[in-house]
């Protein structure tokens, strides 16, 4: 999906894609060894890897040290949310015009495979679909400072704990086919409205089931 990642891009997406799932739980440590060998890399780019989201805000603490993936803040989260839509919009409607046809079809099977990973109850796969969709439209963008900011509100959002919600993956499922919908037929307005329900309808989940 990613052209012309260097090591370190492709171990940062990998980490960042398995923090947003769950597949790294918050609070948990991070072993450089242990990602080192799951993605078949030297322990070098795992470092700077783990720097970059440091930056970013998905990890805490010195890498030499073991960094930790980073809590959420609910009490920030209403902010936050205000700032994706206004972002993430901006980021979508870009992109779309700028999609080639290569990735529009990149698009389409990702769509295909959320679906079916939504019927089959797949939690942790619709997350991680979810998100290489969102980067796929967003990189489309060539706006690498607004999806830097994008990133680091992701990294303070519960994207795992909204994934848990009952049938919030179908419904996700839903909001990305309208999306989609949007994309194929450059229809602007439907977009906004669409990404807009599907940042917003999670995080109004997750509010009324919130137990602290």
Known sequence: M???QTKE?????YLREGIISGK??????????????????SITPVREAIKLLEAEGFILG???RGATVAPFDINATEEIVDLRVTLECKLALKGMERLTSEQVAELRDLQEQLEAAA????????????????EVLY???ELPQTLRFVRTLWARYPFDLINKLENRVGRASEEHREMLSAILTRDESAMIAALRTHIRAGWDEFKQSYTG
């Open 139 to 141: 990189l489309a963008a």
């Open 119 to 134: 019927a089959r109850g797949d939690r942790d796969a619709v997350r991680s679909i979810n998100y290489r969709f969102h």
């Open 24 to 41: 790294f739980p918050r609070g948990s440590k991070l072993k450089q060894a242990e990602i080192a060998e799951q993605i078949g890399t």
């Open 9 to 13: 891009e492709r171990v940062a997406d």
């Open 2 to 4: 990613l052209k012309h």
């Open 62 to 64: 010195a890498a030499n």
